[in-house]
């Protein structure tokens, strides 16, 4: 029997600009996406939500490469 286990995609974003003086609704994202500080990279799911919120502060981010 075969466990056919789906791979689940991420994506690698990093914070570029500071998230002082910024909009309440994008601190808000970017601290959904986990992002706190200048520099910092996480890896997140690609899933809608977090599209949604990339996009919405994509001014702030950097997409880098898995």
Known sequence: MT????KVQ???I???KSLNGRLVAHKACASGLGL?????VVEVLDTPENL???HK???????EEI
């Open 52 to 54: 949604g919120m990339i």
């Open 14 to 16: 990093k914070l570029i």
């Open 57 to 63: 502060i994509s001014y702030l981010l950097k997409r």
């Open 36 to 40: 706190r500080k200048i520099n910092q």
């Open 3 to 6: 466990n056919a286990k789906s």
């Open 10 to 12: 991420t994506i690698k």
